[in-house]
């Protein structure tokens, strides 16, 4: 199981109450729900984990770890190695550290 912190952000990317643009703009916290890196899109969990090109670069990490068929949201936020890995990705953008701190998961027990 993951610790709280994490399953707590988890759960967040989940139900899209999250400190990304599109929810921050429904609440009145931002001018724009527009993603501020590529402002091309609205900045959801789909296109901050699955689109943006700014993480290009952690996002094929995350694929090579999880394999191109398993690269989806379903996954990701479900499975066990999915939400590791998608944590992961997560403390490697750096995108959420002001809002939640270092999400690295802790490693595995075997």
Same mark, same amino acid.
């Given at each position: 199981?993951? &610790?709280?912190? #994490?399953?707590? *952000?988890?759960? $967040? *990317? +989940?139900? =899209?109450?999250?400190? @990304?643009?599109? #929810? ?6 931002? &001018?724009?729900?527009? /993603?501020?890196? /590529? ?7 789909? #296109?901050? *984990?699955?689109? /943006?090109?700014?993480?290009?670069? $952690?996002?094929?990490? *995350?694929?090579?770890?999880?394999? &191109?068929?398993? /690269?989806? @949201? +379903? %996954? ?5 190695? =999915?939400?590791?890995?998608? @944590?992961? %990705?997560?403390?490697h953008t750096k995108r959420m550290e $002001?809002?939640? =701190?270092n999400v690295t998961p802790p490693e595995?027990?075997?």
């Amino acid at each position: 199981a993951l &610790p709280r912190k #994490h399953s707590s *952000l988890i759960f $967040q *990317l +989940r139900t =899209g109450h999250i400190t @990304l643009n599109k #929810h921050l703009h429904r609440i009145s916290k931002t &001018p724009s729900a527009k /993603c501020e890196k /590529c402002n091309a899109h609205e900045k959801t969990v789909h #296109h901050f *984990l699955m689109v /943006c090109h700014t993480f290009a670069r $952690q996002r094929n990490t *995350l694929k090579e770890e999880v394999g &191109p068929r398993n /690269c989806n @949201l +379903r %996954y990701l936020l479900n499975e066990g190695k =999915g939400m590791r890995a998608t @944590l992961k %990705y997560i403390a490697h953008t750096k995108r959420m550290e $002001q809002s939640s =701190g270092n999400v690295t998961p802790p490693e595995e027990k075997e």
